[in-house]
């Protein structure tokens, strides 16, 4: 069964690929917004986000 992303050949998901999910929060004619950034990598079952907050503070970032 193909899903919607596929059949609209925008491509497709393979096991243990590894992809950024943004979203833009902001209002669409504002000049201020925050763009939020997850990593996510591909299983077999779904994905399995990889990134979060406290790998960033431990790596420095405040």
């Given at each position: 069964m193909e899903t919607s992303?596929?059949?609209q050949n925008y491509g497709?998901?393979?096991?243990?690929?590894i992809i950024c999910v943004e979203s833009y929060i902001g209002e669409m004619s504002g000049k201020e917004g925050?763009?939020?950034e997850e990593q996510v990598v591909?299983?077999?079952d779904g994905c399995e986000r990889i990134s979060s907050l406290e790998s960033l503070i431990i790596?420095?970032?405040k």
């Open positions: 992303f596929q059949q497709y998901f393979e096991e243990n690929m925050v763009k939020l591909i299983t077999k790596q420095g970032y």
